[in-house]
């Protein structure tokens, strides 16, 4: 298992390719992979016991179990989950017809695992970006303002003193 990066402290965990969970939000990596193992056995006793009569349906009860564990956990790009989500049933129901192999399947997912893991990377450097931005942006905004403000102020007259030597008076 690889954490291929954080994001607002979270981590998007994949295996084979494949992401699984969202690590460092609300829970911990423990409590994550405890939910996945029992997502996945759940789905897995389902496809075993004849419930499920093919992997597409396994596929979509783990990824409905996973999507609920990225809402739980407040994950900030919904869409790549969806995205990841409509791969591994495209994947599953390709190895359901005997289109592509198991490992092929394995290829194809850990391609994506890497696109995610890029988009989310690309994101994370705008989003830091966009708040050194707003940062920057807030500091010079206030910082005219405190201009403007001190440029209202009425004058603060200085008192003159006059000095008076024979006809000559000089003021300062």
């Known amino acids: 298992m690889i954490p ?3 994001l607002n402290n979270c981590a998007l965990v ?3 390719g494949m ?3 969202l690590v460092g939000c609300a829970i911990t990596m423990k409590e994550a992979m405890t939910k996945v193992n029992a997502i996945r056995a759940e789905c897995d006793a389902k ?8 992997y597409y349906e396994r596929t979509k009860c783990f990824n409905d179990g996973l999507t609920n564990i990225y809402v739980d956990n407040n994950y900030p790009y919904m869409d790549l989950v969806f995205l990841a989500n409509a791969y591994r049933l495209a994947v599953a129901e390709r190895y359901d017809k005997k289109e592509i192999t198991r490992t092929e399947a394995e290829v194809i997912m850990a391609e994506l695992g890497k696109r995610i893991a890029e988009e989310e990377q ?3 450097t705008n989003d ?12 010079a905004l206030l910082q005219g303002l405190g201009a403007l403000n ?3 102020q009425p004058l603060q007259r200085q008192p003159i003193t006059c000095t008076q030597i024979g006809n000559v008076t000089n003021c300062f």
């Open 4 to 6: 291929h990066k954080v």
């Open 14 to 16: 994949f295996l084979l």
């Open 19 to 21: 992401p699984f969970v």
């Open 47 to 54: 496809l075993k016991s004849g419930v499920y009569k093919n």
């Open 122 to 124: 690309k994101r994370a």
């Open 128 to 139: 830091t970006y966009a708040r050194a931005a707003a940062a920057h942006g807030t500091g």
């Open 150 to 152: 001190q440029s209202m």
